[in-house]
Antibody, heavy 126, light 107 residues
Framework: EVLVEESGGDVVRPGGSLRLSCTGT????????MHWVRQAPGKSLEWLSF????????FYVDSVKGRFTVSRDNRKSFVYLQMNDLRREDTAFYFC???????????????????WGQGTLVIVSS | DIQMTQSPSSLSASVGDRVTITCQAS??????LNWYQQKPGKGPKVVIY???NLETGVPPRFSGSGSGTDFTLTITSLQPEDIATYYC?????????FGQGTRLEIK
């Protein structure tokens, strides 16, 4: 069974920093790209970031570009989201998700999150 | 960025009803459209991927159709366990974008 689990959510002051962690089991971690998505309370989902299987390629939504950094450590089977200069509007549940395609897949399909964790809550408040 | 517009935003139906949720993309997304089900306190779970493919373990009362810019999620006979919020999501381009969600309730 594929399981994805996030951790590291906390209460942080505006302008502060926080690092979220994500681990996955039930699949070969370094075969898959990973995504971060967030959801403000009562709101829809906002995709944030993508990192490919070996960390050599990353993408961000404009609202977090320059403030958030995604990275991974395949030896430990972890993906991280470093969040700097946090703002009140960053308050949300943060989800990590495994991509649908393995690195060996030749279908040419674009990346998409397919299996998600339960989320970790980040609250930005003074 | 591609905008995804879902309708309705909320829906109340009876057990056994046929339920339809629509999603419109602001530009052609080909077949790269997923539908997610989210229950309170949980992460989203895919029910339909690539427009019309039923995810393993999802009951066959769920189906998806469409192409290009217009898509539909149908539940043929609503069951109490289907109560959730449903989101469409395009992934033809980054950034991946989601619809605003449809909250499904039992009448």
């Amino acid at each position: 069974e594929v399981l994805v689990e996030e951790s590291g959510g906390d209460v942080v002051r505006p302008g502060g920093s926080l690092r979220l962690s994500c681990t996955g089991t039930g699949f070969t971690f370094d075969d898959y790209a990973m995504h971060w998505v967030r959801q403000a309370p009562g709101k829809s989902l906002e995709w944030l970031s993508f990192i490919n299987w070996d960390g050599s390629s990353t993408f961000y939504v404009d609202s977090v570009k320059g403030r958030f950094t995604v990275s991974r450590d395949n030896r430990k089977s972890f993906v991280y989201l470093q969040m700097n200069d946090l703002r009140r509007e960053d308050t949300a549940f943060y989800f990590c998700a495994k991509d649908s395609m393995s690195k060996g897949d030749s279908s040419g399909y674009p990346p998409t999150p397919i299996e998600w964790g339960q989320g970790t809550l980040v609250i930005v408040s003074s | 960025d591609i905008q995804m517009t879902q309708s309705p935003s909320s829906l109340s139906a009876s057990v056994g009803d046929r339920v339809t949720i629509t999603c419109q993309a602001s530009q052609d997304v080909n077949i790269f459209l997923n539908w997610y089900q989210q229950k309170p306190g949980k992460g989203p779970k895919v029910v339909i991927y690539d427009t019309s493919n039923l995810e393993t373990g999802v009951p066959p009362r769920f189906s998806g159709s469409g192409s290009g810019t217009d898509f539909t999620l149908t539940i043929t006979s609503l069951q109490p366990e289907d109560i959730a919020t449903y989101y469409c999501q395009q992934y033809v381009n980054l950034p991946i974008t989601f619809g605003q969600g449809t909250r499904l309730e039992i009448k």
